[in-house]
């Protein structure tokens, strides 16, 4: 990703997928984790799950196809925090600097990013990381309490920011495991793949079931196109 000085987002559109294309299953376990330089061509907006096509978001699709042994948000310098299945976005190129990262910290889980200053008329309203986690959390009713965190050294400054927000609004329990994912790129495939291994067989609920006879929309998890 090229360094920018200026941070010209390109839209961001959330979305409802139709009925049975994601299966509903909320696990407790959330995966943060850094964007990648490397992303989809596919021209318009995608979901974020798909746009990004580095190493660590192929290990995540190919250990996890059906999407459901964890929650995925990812981070990104242009678009700030958001869910990787309920964000859809363009094609970009950015690079998270110090200064933006200062930013991020500073503005806490409440800023909106891209901030009002970066945004070019007629793009849609920006969002906050509280806003984007409370919508994976039935808003605090079902917390995550075991959380990852997958980046460089300067993402992971980021997402511990926004982590301890999270614990003070009650998106993460206070006795959730956290673990952090950094080092060579063979190493951090390897380790993300072992924790997506230790969820829970991926098995559709009885809850789930109901919804997807009476047609009502998925909303945690997203299986790879």
């Known amino acids: 990703m090229s360094s920018t000085a200026r941070i010209r987002p390109p839209t961001l559109q959330r979305l409802r997928l139709a009925p049975l294309t994601r299966s509903r299953r909320h696990t407790g376990r959330l995966i943060v984790l850094a964007c990648s330089?490397?992303?989809?061509?596919?021209?318009?907006?995608?979901?974020?799950?798909?746009?990004?096509?580095?190493?660590l978001w192929r290990t995540l699709r190919a250990a996890d196809p059906e999407g459901c042994k964890a929650t995925v948000m990812f981070l990104s310098a242009r678009f700030g925090l958001g869910s990787a299945c309920d964000c859809n976005i363009q094609h970009y190129d950015a690079r998270l600097t110090v200064q933006l990262a200062d930013r991020m910290i500073?503005?806490?889980?409440?800023?909106t990013?891209?901030?009002?200053?970066?945004?070019?008329?007629?793009?849609?309203?920006?969002?906050?990381?509280?806003?984007?986690?409370?919508?994976?959390?039935?808003?605090?009713e079902r917390p995550f309490h075991d959380v990852v965190l997958v980046g460089g050294a300067l993402y992971l400054k980021v997402m511990r920011t926004l982590v301890e927000?999270?614990?003070?609004?009650?998106?993460i329990t206070h006795a959730a495991r956290i673990g952090e994912i950094n080092g060579s790129i063979g190493v951090m495939r390897q380790m993300l793949r072992s924790w997506l291994d230790q969820a829970s067989e991926c098995k559709p609920t009885n809850d789930v079931a109901k919804e997807a006879a009476d047609g009502v929309p998925s909303a945690e998890c997203c299986p790879s196109a």
């Open 37 to 55: 330089e490397s992303k989809s061509s596919e021209l318009g907006r995608i979901p974020a799950y798909q746009r990004y096509d580095g190493p």
């Open 106 to 111: 500073a503005g806490g889980v409440t800023a």
């Open 165 to 171: 927000g999270f614990r003070d609004l009650g998106h």
């Open 113 to 140: 990013w891209p901030g009002r200053e970066s945004r070019r008329e007629g793009m849609p309203r920006s969002s906050h990381a509280a806003y984007e986690i409370a919508s994976l959390t039935d808003y605090g």
